[in-house]
């Protein structure tokens, strides 16, 4: 390519992706896929790392973060950043209107604009000339931590505005207020990442996006998934604005993320007939609230209003009723889930929390409650929040009378009287014994619930009186009851058992990843589960895999054989290789995937253990086996190591293992379907899809796909043909300057046609 070219590509791909991310994060109208995104992505980053000096200043690269921001130096904000005053009930807010009024000329005419309050981090955000310089938290009001490295990873953050150039000229100077925060699924998505990672889960939404924030390194901002949300102007320079509604409307020009729910109210009885539905749509929304924000829709009246002391008199906060209460930790009860997790729940007196009463609360695990150090008869404060369970976040410390005691976990299962173990670096404890009752109960219950085989009519008292009588002892039996017996128990009418063998029946027959889920494998839901069957297409396959890396990690291990002594060395250095040398599925394994050079790369590694030739070569050997067995799980995208570990322990469990013939000699379903495919007529053909079609774009791209060919969402000079519809987009226009044949949906059809 020639230099100006490779600007020229640079400025389109960077262009590009700017509004791509605008559409993904802001608009949530994503036009291509999250590959095409990444294609686009790297092909950037490589121009720039090979010609730095033609890189944007507001690249979208910039986002991925960089490890050189050390500490957060203090930055002082523009102009100062105001807190709000609070209203607990409409009274509150009758009054704040009067005093305001007797502010204001006697016929002021009061609108207001009415938005949810976010449960986030307030964060200032200077753009000069377009141009993001400067990101800040709120700190004092006056002074903030510059955390600036940290939000430009942030994608609903633009680095520059106006993100759409049609919006016309950026302002030369403009300061924004938002909030910083994980949406609801995000923050779930989180913990269950962390779950599959065997590490504790984040309790607080709001903490943890503040943490997030203020990591040292960007490049641990960037792996969270936070939000920014804009609702105010701090401070500008070329921007004039009468009203609060007018600035909504143009922050969300500029291309930032803005609050869709803001209402304009006509006066204070329109704003107090909306407060009720605003607290009822509360857990409805996609990230978490604290209550409302009523602001004077007039900017010249808000500024005549002024400040008192540090809040602005024009805004005020309407909290919603709290949603955490402190009351006395009775007792406790001890759970044990089907993994054999032992958790703790507090028994508390009960109280009214949030509209409904609270008498147990969760506590997570043994490992928390220490860190927290709740003890048994302590008031402790809870927090109730949409429809998560009731948890306790912490002690009154304060109120001890010298009467509490540690709460520590029990020495032994009380289900089963087995001596509970904590697997090394768990928080959690277990209860090993696979034929406690307890884990066979909730076996039994996820096994049949909905998501999992889906089996009417067997619900937890059904279990235990099948249980109970003998009549199953694990999953596999469900599937060998008859009549007979049923019929002989207490209130099992002849309709209620036809009903059940029915549904049992039914149960064979589900798809694949469904059944798969329902072993209750640790950390295998749903999704994990699909991810699976697109790369396994029977359980047998799972099975022999599972058992080829059992067999070479034993192997392993014994290769292994006095290079673990002690005279080999000691310290922290030669511990942590021990530990790496002992999980070699977990901690080497996934490492050394497609190491090409693994003799010369595992020499580098154990060079602290002074090893001969022989036993390097040897030991070389041996893990590249083990990588051989277990490459198809561990090349899986979004299966990470903790639960390829989890599949192969499940796998290759003798109870398990016998469970599983048992369901497959009773005719369960564990094979994956087979993918259709219409024939291969497109094969490396690259479709553009614009304007509307006879079908909705997601079959006609499924049609491109079964024929072998490729749908991406922009237009290079890679594509192989547009297919424009009715007023198709500037993609005709760029397929065109790109010399892309541009076909109709009736060339596209004779094309598959052959
Ligand atoms: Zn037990």
């Not at 989180?190 to 996006?209: F, K, S």
């Not at 304009?264 to 990230?287: G, K, N, T």
């Not at 703790?344 to 609270?358: D, N, R, W």
Request: aromatic letters at 6%.
């Amino acid at each position: 390519m020639m230099s100006g070219d490779i600007q020229g590509r640079v400025q389109e791909l960077s262009d590009e992706l700017h509004d791509h991310i605008y559409r993904y994060h802001v608009l949530n109208d994503p036009i291509i896929t999250d590959d095409e995104y990444d294609r686009l992505f790297r092909e950037l980053q490589d121009l720039e790392a090979e010609h730095p000096e033609y890189a944007l200043p507001d690249s979208p690269t910039q986002r991925v973060g960089s490890d050189l921001s050390g500490d957060f130096p203090k930055v002082r904000h523009p102009a100062p950043i105001l807190s709000l005053s609070n209203a607990f009930d409409e009274d509150d807010l009758v009054n704040w209107e009067e005093r305001n009024r007797r502010l204001l000329a006697e016929d002021a005419k009061l609108q207001y604009v009415l938005q949810p309050k976010l449960d986030g981090l307030a964060i200032v955000i200077s753009y000069e000339g377009g141009v993001l310089t400067r990101a800040a938290t709120r700190g004092n009001g006056e002074f903030g931590d510059d955390v600036s490295a940290n939000v430009r990873t942030i994608r609903s953050a633009p680095l520059r505005i106006p993100v759409n150039s049609d919006k016309g000229a950026p302002p030369s100077r403009l300061v924004v207020r938002g909030e910083i925060l994980f949406h609801k699924e995000d923050f779930l998505a989180l913990n269950r990442e962390q779950e599959a990672q065997g590490l504790p889960a984040y309790v607080n939404a709001r903490n943890t996006a503040s943490g997030s924030l203020k990591q040292k390194d960007s490049r641990e901002t960037s792996k969270r998934k936070l939000t920014a949300y804009i609702y105010a102007i701090v401070d500008s320079e070329g921007v004039e604005l009468d009203s609060e509604w007018e600035t909504l409307q143009y922050l969300r020009d500029m291309g930032f993320k803005v609050i869709s729910d803001a209402a304009y109210c006509q006066d204070l009885d329109d704003v107090r007939r909306r407060l009720d539905a605003w607290e009822a749509r509360r857990d409805d929304l996609p990230y978490e609230i604290d209550g409302l924000v009523l602001k004077v829709d007039s900017l010249p009246q808000a500024r005549e209003l002024g400040v008192v002391g540090k809040d602005p008199r024009g805004a005020i906060a309407y909290k919603f009723p709290a949603e955490e209460a402190t009351t006395k930790l009775v007792g406790i009860t001890i759970g044990v889930g089907r993994t054999g997790k032992v958790t703790p729940t507090a028994q508390l007196e009960p109280v009214f929390i949030g509209g409904v009463t609270v008498s147990n609360a969760s506590l997570h695990n043994y490992e928390q409650v220490a860190a927290l150090d709740i003890r048994q008869g302590d008031r402790v404060i809870v927090k109730r929040s949409g429809d998560v369970i009731p948890y306790v976040i912490g002690p009154v410390a304060g109120a001890r009378d010298g009467s509490e005691s540690a709460i520590n976990p029990p020495e032994c299962c009380p289900f089963c009287e087995t001596k509970l173990a904590q697997p090394a670096g768990a928080v959690d404890w277990f209860c090993p014994n696979p034929k406690c009752p307890e884990r066979v109960m909730r076996t039994l219950e996820f096994f049949v619930s909905r998501g999992a085989m889906d089996i009417e009519g067997m619900g937890p008292q059904t279990i235990a009186a099948l249980i109970e009588n003998g009549l199953i002892d694990d999953e596999a039996d469900i599937f060998y009851l008859t009549a007979e017996p049923l019929l002989a128990l207490e209130g099992f009418a002849k309709k209620k058992v036809e009903n059940l063998l029915a549904s049992i029946e039914a149960a064979k027959s589900r798809p694949f990843e469904q059944t798969l889920t329902s072993l209750g494998i640790d950390g295998i839901g749903s999704t994990v589960a699909g991810l699976i069957t697109e790369n396994f297409s029977s359980v047998q396959d799972l099975m022999d895999s599972a058992g080829a890396i059992e067999a070479t990690e034993k192997a392993f291990s014994e290769t292994l054989q006095g290079l673990l002594d002690d005279e080999r060395g000691s310290g922290a250095e030669v511990e942590k290789l021990a530990f790496r040398l002992r999980h070699p599925l977990t901690e080497l394994a996934p490492r050394y995937l497609d190491a090409a050079d693994l003799p010369l790369r595992l020499a580098r590694l154990l060079k602290p253990l002074a090893i001969s030739e022989a036993e390097l070569a040897a030991i070389a050997v041996s893990l590249s086996r083990l990588i051989a067995a277990s490459k198809p799980l561990h090349s899986i995208d979004g299966l990470g190591p903790v639960l390829v570990e989890n599949i192969v322990e499940w796998f290759t469990d003798e109870h398990k293992k016998r469970v599983l013939a048992k369901m497959l000699e009773a005719g369960v379903n564990m094979r994956a379907e087979e993918k259709a495919v219409a024939g291969s007529g497109l094969a490396g053909k690259t479709f553009v899809l614009t304007g509307a079609m006879s079908a909705p774009r997601g079959e006609i791209k499924a049609l491109v796909e079964a024929h072998g060919g490729k749908v991406t969402g922009s237009v290079s000079k890679k594509t192989s043909y547009v297919v424009a519809g009715d007023s198709p987009g500037s993609k005709v226009d760029k397929a065109v300057k790109n010399k892309v044949p541009v076909i109709s949906e009736a060339d596209f059809r004779a094309l598959i046609s052959g």
